[in-house]
């Protein structure tokens, strides 16, 4: 699943249900990778009124994050 946010930061997310893992691309081009969201917290996240607070105050404290290294092109 994956989606465009509407976010200041937050540029696109996906999400693997099978891997738990939850992909946030942000509007400076660094996407992380959190491990272990359930389906139910990216529902949450997806439904939010602000992706950036939801994503601050349920996502980052919660789940492990890993900054995703840039592709070289």
Do not use: C, R, W
Request: glycine share 6%; charged share 30%.
């Amino acid at each position: 699943m994956e989606f465009n946010s509407k976010s200041s930061n937050i540029k696109s997310v996906k999400y693997d249900k099978d891997d738990k893992t939850m992909e946030v691309t942000f509007t400076n081009g660094a996407t992380y990778v959190y491990s272990g969201v359930d389906l139910v917290d990216f529902q949450f996240f997806k439904a939010a009124k602000s992706h950036g607070k939801f994503l601050a105050a349920n996502i980052v404290p919660k789940f492990k994050g890993k900054l995703k290294p840039k592709k070289h092109e």
